[in-house]
């Protein structure tokens, strides 16, 4: 039970973050970025190649690029270096020119086709197979732990990670930036016509959002040390965005219920059920499960379970804004 | 008390024919939409402060002229120059800091924020809307943030709309849409406002709120350019009317001499 629950606590601490990351892509800045797991894929194959070392030797049962050694915690920063890395370039094809419409189709496209050439270039992540035998970060120094108390001391770290990215998150949700976001989120053409630089601006949260993602990935592959395309399918974007509209789009604490509800209580918990019917007949009763949330929440509570925060305005001269804190002092007078 | 129209323009106040300058100078201005021609060569100056009223029959060209003014619309001939800039091939928000501001034809409110939420995002210079400040927020960006809550609260009040304030703008109704999007240009100190349609489903009182609003403006030293289809309203707030037609500048000048050119009525009733 020990490791179940330490390994709920992993996953959800990586699903946390996931979510947190696309909320902040589409809650934020209304980009509908269907390719999002493949943020969270090149996060952990960084992360893995980093520090699997040569595919010789030991690893000469599998085929990579790079394999370097890196010692923890650099595989992880690497991590989130990538999954930036990649939404600057897919940013620049998806966000930049196109309409939110036909960028929804962009990105689901991107999704087909980065699993389609990770899967059949077997020299990049050792093709549909994928890696396996990634090394646990810290396994050697830590050698000392039995199973149970490594698996409890990655969960700690996973939290801490998690607990790092929302304080970041809530620091920069509280700017003139993230409003301006939701402004262009609301309307692009209105935000342009205030001065707003609507296309810097989205790129910069799709990076954003694809460093957190990166980042996940590499939290997660340095925990199950594997990771192949089966893993990343583009459905499982689907799962993290109804975790997102569930809990409440732009809104930290409901994307954190909403994922919490769809990641571990519609898709954990029932791997303890009893099997019936035919073989993997509970896996597909999950995905119909989510389907039909996300379709009650968008007719009921389109707003999610914790609805966007409605920020009032402080009347008081020289009083904080409810924006931003202002330092001791800095205060303009009323009229 | 002060007020959002004054603030500390040069422009000398109500005697708007005293200094006039030439702020906006349209050349040649070609609009194409795939094949159709939208803007067929337009000209036109717009002197500062003044209020020009932009009238024609439907597909005249008028709402095209104004986004290829504000760069919404990719000019496709001709010169858009502001103030001695050409700013023919500049984006839109890099026209917005120049000072051409712009409302459209559909009230383009964001509608997940609140009214004054609408206020801030247009505050001057943008306090904050960068994410570097956003990561390293300095006491300069919260003395910024301070000035536009003050400068919004002023906007609410001159615009009588402070008692929702904190009203999400997706429950306002259009005339209350009109004066947020509005309020909202008045937050990013204007030199030049573009008004698409800014009377259509507003009531008759606000009508006259907004009508009076506009005054206020341009007697601020601020210039004004309203595309409407109501005469009265022209009639009444505009110094000059510039009529349309088939995307092409067809009569300039006061209301009085516009109405009685003869190819105006036609246009018209065409």
New interface residues.
């Given amino acids: 039970m020990s490791y179940y629950l330490s390994t709920i606590v992993v996953y959800f601490g990586v699903d946390v973050l996931a979510a947190w990351a696309l909320n902040i892509q589409f809650g934020w800045a209304g980009v509908p970025n269907f390719a999002f797991i493949i943020f969270q894929a090149i996060g952990a194959y960084a992360a893995a190649v980093v520090s699997l070392g040569p595919d010789s030797g030991a690893n000469s049962f599998q085929r990579y690029i790079v394999g370097a050694n890196l010692p923890f915690p650099l595989p992880l920063l690497v991590a989130g270096v990538a999954g930036g890395a990649l939404a600057l370039i897919v940013g620049v094809i998806a966000t930049l020119r196109l309409r939110r419409d036909y960028q929804a189709a962009v990105f689901l496209l991107i999704a087909l086709i980065a699993s389609q050439v990770v899967s059949g270039d077997v020299g990049l992540f050792n093709g549909s197979n994928g890696l396996a035998a990634v090394p646990q970060p810290l396994a050697g120094a830590l050698s000392s732990l039995s199973l149970g108390q490594y698996q409890w001391a990655y969960a700690g770290f996973t939290t801490v990670v998690t607990v790092a990215v929302l304080l ?1 998150i809530r ?2 949700g509280r ?6 976001l ?2 262009s ?3 692009e ?10 296309a810097a ?1 989205r790129m ?2 799709f990076v ?1 959002g694809g460093v957190i993602a990166g980042l996940s990935g590499g939290l997660l592959v340095g925990f199950i040390t594997a990771w192949s395309p089966g893993g990343w399918g583009y459905a499982e974007t689907f799962a993290i965005l109804t975790g997102v509209i569930l809990g409440g789009v732009s809104n930290d604490w409901g994307v954190l219920l909403g994922t919490f509800l769809v990641q571990i209580v519609f898709i954990e918990v029932p791997s303890f059920l009893p099997e019936f019917g035919y073989p993997g007949l509970i896996d597909k009763l999950e995905w119909i499960v989510i389907g039909f949330m996300w379709l009650a929440v968008l007719i009921l509570r389109p707003r999610g379970i914790i609805p ?1 925060r ?6 008081e ?2 009083a904080e ?1 409810a ?5 001791a002092g ?6 | 008390m002060s007020t959002v129209f004054d603030r500390g323009q040069e422009q000398p106040k109500g005697d708007a024919a005293a200094a006039e300058r030439t702020l906006l100078d349209v050349l040649d201005v070609r609009v194409r939409y795939g094949g159709v021609e939208a803007v067929s060569g337009a000209s036109l100056q717009i002197l500062a402060p003044q209020i020009v009223g932009l009238i024609g029959p439907n597909g005249a060209g008028k709402s095209s002229l104004l986004a290829a003014i504000g760069g919404q619309a990719p000019v496709a001939g001709g010169t858009v120059v502001v103030d001695g800039h050409e700013v023919t091939k500049q984006p839109a928000y890099k026209r917005a800091r120049l000072g051409i501001v712009r409302t459209f034809q559909t009230a383009s409110v964001f509608e997940r924020l609140t009214v004054f939420e609408n206020l801030m995002v247009a505050g001057v210079g943008h306090p904050g809307a960068s994410l570097t400040r956003a990561f390293f927020p300095s006491a300069a960006l919260g003395a910024a943030a301070e000035t536009a809550r003050v400068e919004a609260l002023r906007v609410l009040e001159e615009l009588d709309i402070t008692g929702m304030r904190d009203t999400y703008c997706s429950d306002l109704s259009g005339g209350q849409r009109r004066l947020v999007e509005i309020g909202r240009c008045l937050m990013c100190s204007p030199r030049l406002l573009l008004l698409d349609e800014p009377m259509v489903g507003v009531a008759p009182h606000l009508v006259r709120r907004i009508g009076e609003t506009c005054l206020r403006i341009r007697d601020s030293g601020v210039a004004i350019v309203i595309v409407e289809h109501a005469l009265e309203v022209i009639e009444e707030f505009c110094d000059r009317v510039v009529v349309m037609a088939f995307g092409e500048v067809l009569d300039d000048g006061s209301y009085e001499d516009v109405m009685k050119n003869g190819s105006v009525r036609d246009a018209y009733l065409a």
């Fill in positions: 970041v620091r920069i700017s003139g930036w993230q409003r301006a939701r402004a989120r609301d309307d053409a209105a935000a342009g016509a205030l001065g707003l630089n609507v601006m910069q949260v954003v966007e409605r920020y009032r305005a402080k009347l001269s020289g804004d924006r931003y804190k202002l330092p800095v205060g303009v007078g009323g009229s």
